[in-house]
């Protein structure tokens, strides 16, 4: 290659990669010496670089070999350590087993001794956690956590201090039980107050304050009113038990749980008539209507029957016919028709109390309805709750009866509705169908008198 193609070649690699502005400077090179001098500067950095990071890798590559190293060294020593403790605990589970041994030969005839008092400390624990006479001695049992839980387990025997200590709290709660004490205690109100207030325990049965029952709730230490108290008279009896220095008072316990019974807390759980009369819905809400119907019908009828008694007694003693009553009417047809036949008369009074009768027998046929309808009302208000009951069942299963139990009871509600107006009606319409038979069969005694007299004189 002769010295005008390499230039020619140079030329074009000046042309095609124009090395100024970019890694060899700002100006470009003006000559071809220049030129050759860049490429070799540029050749020589790239050197340069190239042994540095050759450089850094074997550096890298020295410390990676040193962690590696170290890592499985201490995997050894971990290992060996591992070794060690497995050998360590072994010699520590034949030492507990060997210790064991020991003492249970050592302890010999008390080990049935210790397995009743671990027993009775159990059970001890879980009579003062829910007794009421943990509400005047709050933080009893403390001791009896770490007591049962250190025999359960057989870490350490029961010191005998520990062991008096059980036998006065169990005589503690024994003697207790059959006081009737005041003292002073924080209660939540009803409202969610909390007051400072006197508070009487009659034994293990009942707390009282001002008139209120009170429940002990074991799992926090509180002395809460019930929601819903018994009536007047048990409040009376809690009052005047409070203010009471000494003798007898007459009052009421709930003898059915330490904690304040189960009778108290069944209050809650107990609608009362109002809240059962709107379990039966606007079914109930119905029949309780069509009843208040019936008994006003009734009231109003017995009123007017009374009234029309009234004067028929005061006509049947009266020697002149008066209009303002059924049998002044009745007998006002007898006056005028003197001159007429037997026959013909008698068919005139007749047709004259049976004009009367409707008046008087009004709203006897619709107390029969409502007497006949309220049942079948209640029965159809209990099938409607037991569909929708057994549509709960389908969603959410019988796991608690007490949702069950509750709809099957405010199906029923309507039944009890229908039968407790049913009955009443009856009655009131045997009552007031009395009254207006009393006074038809007055109409046509009068009446038959009337057509006798008059048969007698033809």
Not at 329 to 345: P, Y
Request: glycine share 8%.
């Amino acid at each position: 290659m002769n010295s005008s193609s390499l230039v020619r070649i140079l030329l074009c690699c000046a042309l095609l990669f124009p090395l100024a502005g970019t890694a060899y400077g700002e100006d470009g090179a003006a000559s071809l010496d220049e030129l050759l001098k860049l490429i070799k500067d540029a050749r020589v950095a790239e050197s340069r670089e190239q042994l540095a990071r050759e450089a850094e890798f074997k550096q890298a590559k020295t410390e990676r070999a040193k962690l590696l190293q170290q890592a499985q060294a201490t995997r050894v020593a971990e290992e060996k350590r591992s070794e060690q403790l497995e050998k360590t605990f072994a010699d520590n589970e034949r030492s507990i087993v060997a210790l064991q041994e020991q003492l249970q030969n050592r302890l010999g005839s008390l080990k049935e001794m210790f397995g009743h008092l671990t027993a009775a400390a159990g059970d001890t624990r879980a009579t003062l956690n829910h007794s009421l006479v943990s509400a005047q001695y709050p933080g009893r049992t403390a001791f009896l956590n770490d007591l049962v839980e250190r025999m359960s387990g057989n870490t350490r025997l029961p010191s005998l201090t520990e062991i008096e200590r059980l036998w006065y709290e169990i005589n503690r709660e024994m003697i207790e039980g059959g006081r009737v004490v005041s003292f002073p205690a924080t209660v939540i109100k009803a409202d969610g107050e909390q007051a400072q207030q006197q508070v009487v325990r009659i034994g293990v049965f009942n707390l009282l304050s001002d008139g209120a029952y009170l429940t002990y709730r074991p799992e926090t230490g509180a002395v809460a009113e019930l929601s819903r108290q018994p009536g007047r008279a048990f409040a009376h009896a809690a009052i005047e038990l409070q203010g009471a220095g000494e003798g007898f008072v007459r009052t009421a316990i709930d003898p059915t749980g330490p904690s304040g019974g189960s009778l108290l807390a069944a209050l809650v759980d107990s609608p009362s008539w109002l809240e059962r009369w709107h379990q039966g819905g606007w079914i109930g809400y119905l029949i309780s209507a069509v009843g208040l119907v019936a008994l006003l019908l009734a009231l109003w009828r017995l009123f007017v029957l009374s009234g029309v008694a009234r004067r028929v007694n005061a006509q049947m003693a009266s020697d002149s016919a008066r209009e303002d009553n059924p049998l002044g009417r009745v007998l006002k047809i007898g006056e005028d028709n003197r001159a007429m036949d037997a026959e013909s008369l008698e068919l005139k009074l007749h047709e004259q109390v049976l004009k009367e009768r409707p008046a008087i027998e009004a709203g006897l046929n619709l107390l029969k309805i409502i007497a006949m309808v309220a049942p079948l009302m209640g029965l159809l208000g209990t099938v409607t709750g037991m569909i929708v009951t057994f549509q709960s069942i389908t969603l959410f299963g019988t796991g608690d009866p007490k949702t069950m139990a509750g709809g099957i009871s405010a199906a029923l509600v309507t039944t009890v509705l229908g039968l407790c107006v049913a009955i009443p009606t009856v009655l009131l319409h045997t009552f007031v169908n009395g009254r207006a038979q009393r006074v038809l069969h007055i109409l046509e005694e009068q009446s038959a008198g009337i057509v006798a007299e008059q048969a007698e004189v033809r």
